[in-house]
């Protein structure tokens, strides 16, 4: 099965907040990321965590991250038309130039 | 120009075609890195240099060949491609192997 795991479709309401998943399978991770894809662009990292954080909160974007579970999530405060992309989620185990990146979440903002 | 360049960011090439696609970092990086997407398949890493020595070779085709002359530029030589090498070919670098990585627009290619 696939290291990294995202579901692939959220819809949700502007203003709402919006909550996307991920759940990794390799503890030894050290570093989670958190990418955003606009339709015909590259990915754009939007923020990421050191694993032995639990959290990190940058404006409207809150990680948590829960180390037991190998679960990670991304939080999207008062969300925003632009906010409508791919979300993808990737872990690093360290020092070895290899990113394992989820097959992303297709976020989809309705007015 | 910042971050990360590629060109062109489409191109469309017959089978028999050699083309070459660039990708340039204004970062500062020392690691660059060439990822294919393909539609409803995840990400694939597909080479990997660090200090312009190659450090990764996904068992990609060497109908890809890929060239670092320095730390700034990487390049994707194409040559017989298949229709099936039709995606998104994004380019990434960092600092060191554990360093985020940041990713270029991409350059769609088709294949015909």
């Known amino acids: 099965g696939e290291d990294v795991e995202q579901s692939l479709f959220l819809s949700v309401r502007e203003g709402d907040s919006s909550v996307i998943n991920c759940t990794y399978t390799?503890?030894?991770?050290?570093?989670l990321y958190w990418y955003k894809q606009e339709p015909g662009a590259g990915l754009q990292l939007l923020t990421y965590?050191?694993?032995?954080?639990d959290m990190k909160q940058d404006q409207r974007l809150t990680v948590l991250l829960n180390k037991k579970d190998k679960h990670l999530s991304l939080r999207i405060a008062d969300t925003q038309t632009g906010d409508s992309a791919i979300y993808f989620c990737?872990?690093?185990?360290?020092?070895?130039?290899?990113?394992?990146f989820g097959a992303g979440t297709t976020v989809t903002v309705r007015a | 120009e910042t971050g990360v360049t590629q060109t062109p960011r489409h191109l469309v090439m017959g089978m028999t075609n050699k083309k070459s696609l660039k990708c340039e970092q204004h970062?500062?990086?020392?690691?660059m890195y060439w990822y294919k997407q393909s539609a409803k398949k995840p990400l694939e890493l597909m080479f990997v240099y660090s200090l312009e020595e190659r450090v990764e070779n996904n068992s990609v085709p060497s109908r890809f060949s890929p060239e670092c002359p320095n730390s700034s530029h990487l390049f994707l030589h194409l040559h017989t491609l298949q229709p099936e090498d039709s995606a998104l070919y994004l380019c990434?670098?960092?600092?060191?192997?554990?360093?985020?990585?940041?990713f270029g627009p991409g350059t769609r290619l088709t294949v015909t």
């Open positions: 390799d503890s030894s991770s050290t570093y």
């Open positions: 990434a670098s960092s600092q060191g192997g554990a360093g985020e990585q940041y």
């Open positions: 965590i050191f694993s032995n954080m």
């Open positions: 970062l500062g990086h020392n690691a």
């Open positions: 990737a872990e690093s185990k360290g020092n070895d130039y290899k990113l394992s």
